[in-house]
């Protein structure tokens, strides 16, 4: 139902910022407002974690990991979620994927990477 494609990764060093974006490009709005969107990642020999979500309505939700540190945003106008990502450290190294939160379906896009070098 959803078809997202993540971008806005890359090279930064320790203490650097990012923003993800999320796009649902082929999604009309309504459909799009129907899914709590969450960026996950997964690091090198680690499971895939959810790290933030964000509801229709801006309720979000943090992994401690990164609280005060990310935010997670929306413009549905848009059919984009946003990730700024702020203060980076290593331990933030992975490909970042955006999913519906629950997952209905296993399938994820290609992810964007995030590199955290020092």
């Known amino acids: 139902q959803l078809q997202l494609v993540e971008s806005g990764g890359g090279l930064v060093q320790p203490g650097g910022s990012l923003r993800l974006s999320c796009v649902a490009s082929r999604a009309i709005l309504s459909t799009f407002n129907r899914y709590v969107i969450g960026w996950y990642r997964q690091a090198p020999g680690k499971q895939r974690e959810l790290v933030a979500s964000v509801a229709y309505n801006g309720v979000t939700n943090y992994d401690d990991s990164v609280k005060g540190r990310f935010t997670i945003s929306r413009h549905n106008s848009k059919k984009t979620v946003y990730l700024q990502m702020n203060s980076l450290n290593a331990e933030d190294t992975a490909v970042y994927y955006c999913?519906?939160?629950?997952?209905?379906?296993?399938?994820w896009g290609q992810g964007t990477q995030v590199t955290v070098f020092s």
């Open positions: 999913n519906s939160v629950p997952i209905s379906s296993n399938s």
